[in-house]
């Protein structure tokens, strides 16, 4: 069965300092992978995404992505954090084989500490 | 370019009612997917719909139930509304024919009381 897992629950952070959240998927077939934002009492935000090509995907508000195919992983990384970047992020895998289901962590929520 | 619209976003009923949450598209695309969040959980997939017909689900029971129409809109139907159905439900849209990137709404907040 598939999974995804992200290993904290929160991440509380300094304003300005690098941040890394952390996802790791099991899976039985070829995904593509994805991270969403949602921010308070909103929807779910596209931030970047893995399909194909380069391993380090760039995505929107300085976020960046690593996937790593040997450790399953596709951490989230941004080198200086806003005040404005706190919200709850979710990793998300897409089986290439099932019409395109999501199956997602549980969530990792931010918090910049100023 | 509309993105994806849902109707409507807050909603209360009682155990027992039935509720109707509607989605709209964004605009060119063609396949809806609807998501239960439960407070403080990540999505879980509900159904998906294209050309008018259910093409997958998950382990969702029959209670819920959708629809898509011509214009590639849709609705989220549950009967026999539980208290643990309070969630944000949440409507995505991609285009079929390989596009793999969902696109979300705002989510429609319901809680039953």
């Known amino acids: 069965a598939q999974s995804v897992t992200q290993l904290d629950s929160q991440v509380p952070v300094f304003e300005e300092a690098p941040v890394e959240l952390r996802c790791n998927y099991s899976?039985?077939?070829?995904?593509?992978l994805f991270w969403y934002v949602q921010y308070p009492n909103q929807g779910l935000q596209l931030l970047l995404k893995?399909?194909?090509?380069s391993t380090l995907v760039k995505g929107i508000n300085g976020f960046e992505a690593e996937f790593n195919k040997s450790q399953t992983s596709f951490h989230l990384r941004k080198p200086s954090v806003h005040i404005s970047d706190t919200a709850e992020y979710f990793c998300?895998?897409?089986?290439?084989?099932?019409?395109?289901?999501?199956?997602w962590g549980a969530g990792t929520k931010l918090i910049i500490k100023p | 370019d509309a993105g994806v619209t849902q109707s409507p976003t807050h909603l209360i009923k009682t155990r027992g009612q039935q509720v109707t949450l509607r989605c709209s598209p964004k605009?060119?695309?063609?396949?809806v997917s609807w998501y239960q969040q439960a407070l403080g959980q990540g999505p879980q997939f509900i159904f998906q719909?294209?050309?008018?017909?259910?093409?997958q689900r998950g382990n969702f029971p029959d209670r819920f139930s959708g629809h898509q129409f011509p214009n590639y809109s849709s609705e989220l139907n549950v009967n026999a509304l539980l208290l643990g159905d309070s969630a944000l439900y949440l409507c995505?849209?991609?285009?079929?024919?390989?596009?793999?990137?969902?696109?979300f709404g705002p989510g429609t907040r319901l809680l039953v009381l």
């Open positions: 899976s039985s077939v070829s995904v593509y």
């Open positions: 605009s060119g695309h063609d396949t």
């Open positions: 719909y294209y050309e008018e017909e259910e093409r």
């Open positions: 998300a895998v897409c089986l290439m084989d099932s019409n395109y289901q999501l199956i």
């Open positions: 893995y399909l194909s090509g």
């Open positions: 995505a849209s991609r285009l079929q024919g390989g596009q793999v990137t969902q696109y």
